[in-house]
């Protein structure tokens, strides 16, 4: 199928005033980073979490402790402010509906449901000409077995919903090991890809305002331990023309959506003699991502402050890095002493004020301000509307 430009424009908002309150679903670091940036804006902020210890609520002006299908909480939370956000993508699409029928929701039910299942995900990229690993549907172990038969080679077994940091994924160096994936996927509808010998995992951070304009920060190189981000370079090391497709990819993935504020997007670089360098998309997560931690400290306009100033209906900042950067996450124990990191001047340290550091758990950044390299410019933003 060919994939169309979307015809509809964003209507144009009136840009929410200082004062104003944006709703955010979610209360992890994510969604703490956020109510730091809207709050610098001048904007009030009102989370939405279960967990009573939420480290967002530390920063927010207003807090609801709730789950996401108590109906009476999501309408009182939707009345109590003019613009609603979230910090994950596992936030139940009915929710989101909900919400939406009494305040703008960004990014919008739609995008949110493409990002929540993995096939939909990748048969919406296909649609649009944007390459993946091949794939196969699995709703049964039989299915499994004559798939991994199939593919004839290494694939990964992943569930179309609630994976993340590896969760949730078995992989199969042949079909022999069909049933022991079935088993650590607990026999959910699933996904069985081919394994990707990559050379680097990359991602871009983009972002669309309601306007219609985009743009998108310099591409990182992530490496993972124990499937847990554990350092983004940016920019990653890669040849200009590569950086430039990455960026522009991220762009085009922003344009189908017809979305509005901060995406991820994960990929893999395959290098091949023939082809050049291939880029191959593993995910999209429709927020603000760990992998953008950097342009807090690295880039004009970090991606806090971008989320926030595009939901709002306000312009784009500068994507530019300031700084080359590498973002080291703290996890578990890791962010229980922080003074060598505050000894090196050129390193900024974060903290997500959570009392518990249980193995896995992401507590905190820091991130080491390194020579801006004389990359070209990643900032340029493009105005369609
Ligand atoms: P995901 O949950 O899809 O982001 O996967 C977590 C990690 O598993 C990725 O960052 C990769 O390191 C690895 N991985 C996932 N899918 C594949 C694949 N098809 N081929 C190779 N490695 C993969």
Not at 230 to 253: F, G, K, M, Y
Not at 291 to 312: C, K, P, Y
Request: net charge negative.
């Amino acid at each position: 199928m060919t994939a169309h430009r979307p015809t509809s424009k964003p209507t144009a908002p009136r840009p929410l005033p200082p004062l104003s309150t944006v709703g955010i679903l979610g209360g992890g670091q994510l969604g703490r980073m956020l109510a730091g940036a809207a709050a610098r804006l001048g904007f009030r902020t009102h989370i939405f979490a279960p967990e009573k210890d939420s480290p967002a609520f530390d920063i927010a002006t207003a807090k609801t402790v709730a789950v996401y299908d108590d109906e009476t909480a999501l309408d009182a939370f939707a009345a109590a402010v003019d613009v609603i956000t979230y910090e994950f993508e596992n936030v139940p699409v009915e929710a989101a509906f909900r919400l939406a029928h009494h305040r703008p929701v960004f990014p919008d039910a739609n995008a949110l449901s493409v990002a929540q299942d993995r096939l939909k995900e990748r048969i919406f990229l296909n649609n649009w000409d944007i390459e993946t690993a091949p794939h196969a549907t699995i709703d049964s172990l039989d299915a499994l077995v004559c798939e991994s038969e199939a593919f004839n080679g290494p694939c990964v077994l992943k569930t179309r919903r609630f994976g993340y940091d590896g969760k949730g994924q078995a992989k199969l160096n042949s079909p022999s090991d069909a049933a022991r994936a079935w088993e650590t996927v607990a026999g959910a509808r699933s996904i069985l890809e081919a394994f990707v010998p990559f050379e680097m995992e990359i991602s871009v951070i983009a972002c669309r305002d309601r306007y219609g304009a985009t743009a998108a920060y310099a591409a990182t190189h992530n490496t993972h331990v124990n499937h847990i981000l554990s350092v983004s370079r940016a920019p990653a090391p890669i040849a200009p023309e590569t950086q430039a497709r990455a960026r522009a990819l991220a762009v085009r993935i922003v344009d189908a959506l017809n979305y509005v504020g901060v995406i991820g997007v994960e990929m893999f670089l395959v290098r091949s003699k023939e082809e050049g360098d291939r880029l191959i998309v593993n995910e999209i997560a429709p927020r603000v991502h760990n992998s953008g931690h950097w342009t807090l400290d690295a880039a004009v306009t970090d991606q806090f402050e971008q989320h926030i100033r595009a939901i709002t209906g306000h312009h784009l900042g500068d994507t530019k890095r300031t700084a080359d950067a590498e973002m080291l996450n703290l996890i578990g124990d890791e962010a229980e002493d922080l003074t060598p990191f505050f000894s090196e001047p050129r390193v900024k340290v974060h903290h997500y004020g959570k009392a518990e550091a249980r193995p896995g758990r992401k507590m905190g950044h820091v991130t080491r301000l390194l020579p801006l390299s004389n990359g070209r410019p990643d900032g340029s933003i493009s105005r369609n509307g």
